[in-house]
């Protein structure tokens, strides 16, 4: 069942809406529920305070029923997580709660995560290894996910994909749906692609997906705000399950957002993006 929320209040504009540009739409594709705000919170809210319609769907977004994978990384992370007796439930709540925070709509594809997903019996990534890499031949993701449809696609202002920093492969596999689905546009102008935090805390991780990246791309990088650097904070901090997986605490993760986003040329804040070279 896909979980969806459309016809939100949205956040108020600070600006006089009256001199805004007409409200446009933009869909941000995120691997797991926590990517799009990690990586693009501040933008998004931005986004909706100036009336936008914004939506981030989350592809690996399901639940899962059944007996589960006995692997080291899933009982890693569900002692991580201490999500309880439903820890994909407990997360999609976390990033319903987040999309409030900052005023977007969500959408859940019913796809579970990788380390859930088997083939047979067999779990196509039993370990932490298993994540960064080459996606595995029996994955059935990339296949279901072909009847699957970019929201507003022809429509929308900006499309955002992740560039896939840290090569996840959930990530890779989120991206090159986009990729097809964005080659029957007419204008890839409308195209963004946005480097995965905290994967992108790595030391030439971005340098790195750029160079592996098959088009060409040019920096589209956007200003953030002390309100919209505080808001994509807020909204990260409703990851509760997350927070211990990248940081030790809410102060430290509130440090890291504030010097991986900050913008040494104006002392400001700055998420960065690229779009297809022309």
Not at 28 to 56: E, M, N
Not at 155 to 178: F, K, N
Request: proline share 7%; charged share 25%.
């Amino acid at each position: 069942m896909w979980r969806m929320r459309a016809d939100l209040n949205r956040a108020k504009a600070e600006d006089d809406l009256s001199t805004a540009p007409a409200r446009e739409t933009h869909v941000f594709i995120s691997p797991h529920f926590d990517d799009g705000i990690f990586s693009c919170g501040g933008l998004a809210r931005q986004l909706t305070a100036a009336g936008h319609a914004v939506t981030i769907m989350t592809i690996m977004g399901g639940l899962y029923h059944g007996e589960l994978p006995d692997t080291p990384i899933l009982g890693d992370l569900h002692r991580r997580w201490s999500a309880g007796e439903s820890p994909l439930r407990s997360r999609q709540i976390e990033d319903e709660n987040a999309s409030n925070s900052i005023g977007v709509d969500f959408m859940h594809v019913p796809l579970p995560d990788c380390v859930y997903r088997l083939a047979g019996d067999l779990a196509l990534y039993p370990s932490e290894e298993s994540l960064f890499g080459e996606i595995h031949p029996a994955d059935y993701a990339p296949r279901l996910l072909k009847g699957i449809q970019i929201p507003e696609l022809d429509t929308a202002a900006r499309v955002y994909l992740p560039l896939g920093v840290g090569r996840h492969v959930d990530h890779q596999i989120a991206r090159e749906w986009g990729l097809t689905q964005a080659r029957d546009i007419p204008d890839r102008s409308a195209l963004r692609f946005y480097a995965e935090f905290p994967y992108s805390n790595a030391d030439r991780a971005t340098e790195m997906a750029l160079k592996e990246f098959g088009l060409p791309l040019a920096p589209a990088d956007v200003t953030l705000s002390e309100n919209d650097i505080r808001a994509k904070i807020k909204a990260i901090a409703c990851y509760t399950s997350q927070i211990s997986t990248f940081w030790p605490s809410l102060d430290a993760m509130e440090a890291n957002v504030r010097r991986a986003f900050a913008d040494p040329d104006t002392g400001g804040f700055v998420e960065r993006f690229w779009k297809v070279a022309p």
